[in-house]
Every structure is written in C-alpha cells, then in structure tokens.
C-alpha cells in the first residue's frame, strides 16, 4: 500500500508561480513511476506531467513550457514546479503513483492516488 499526501496548493495571480509537493509512504518508492493530474468541477480528471523512475520527464500540451516536475529519491517526494499559471489551471491537482514503474500518460496505469490540493488562479 502507497500513501500520497500532496500539499503547496493554494491561491495565486495569472503569471504567477506554486510549487507543489507529494510526500510517499509505503512500497519502494525508487521504483514507482509518478505523476500529477488534476479536475475541475464538471470535467474528467486529466494527465498534467509524470516521471519515470529513471527521471525521465513528460507534459501534457497545455503545461508543456510552464511546469516542470522533479523527484527526491531520498525524500520520497516528487513536485510540480508551476509557472505562467493561468486561470484555466485552477483545478484540484492529484499525485500518483505507478508501483509498477511503467507510467506514462494514462491515469488507469497508477495504482494509488492522493487526496489532492487546491490550486486556484485568479486573473
């Protein structure tokens, strides 16, 4: 069983920057694949950025540029740098984990998902 407690949402003006964070527990977390995704009210969840256990790196298009996303072995936490946000960002924003290590851009593949964190963007 994996824990994922995701916090560093918040509110925040149009071109402005957050950095949010997802603290793990449990299983190996060296091996997990992660991911963020995030949902609005009325729409279906979406990819936002994953990264594999080797580091490597994927966006969705409408990040793609402005968030980046990063992880600390160590720590067993991963973030989300966001910058330029734009008030279509506001979402509840979701970290998760693919105990598997395969990852990519489908949410179905992630095991375990946090409780999310509000990020809302004013204009």
């Known amino acids: 069983q994996v824990q994922l407690v995701e916090s560093g949402g918040g509110l925040v003006q149009a071109g402005g920057s957050l950095r949010l964070s997802c603290a793990a527990s449990g299983g190996t977390f060296s091996r997990h694949a992660m991911a963020w995704s995030r949902q609005t009210p009325g729409k279906e969840r979406e990819f936002v950025a994953g990264?594999?256990?080797?580091?490597?790196?994927y966006f969705s298009d409408s990040v793609k540029g402005r968030f980046t996303i990063s992880r600390d072995n160590a720590k067993k936490t991963i973030y989300l740098q966001m910058n330029s946000l734009k008030p279509e960002d506001t979402a509840v924003y979701y970290c998760g984990a693919d105990i598997d290590g395969v990852g990519g851009t489908v949410l179905n593949a992630y095991d375990f998902w946090g409780q999310g964190t509000q990020v809302t963007v004013s204009s």
């Open positions: 990264i594999s256990r080797s580091g490597l790196v």
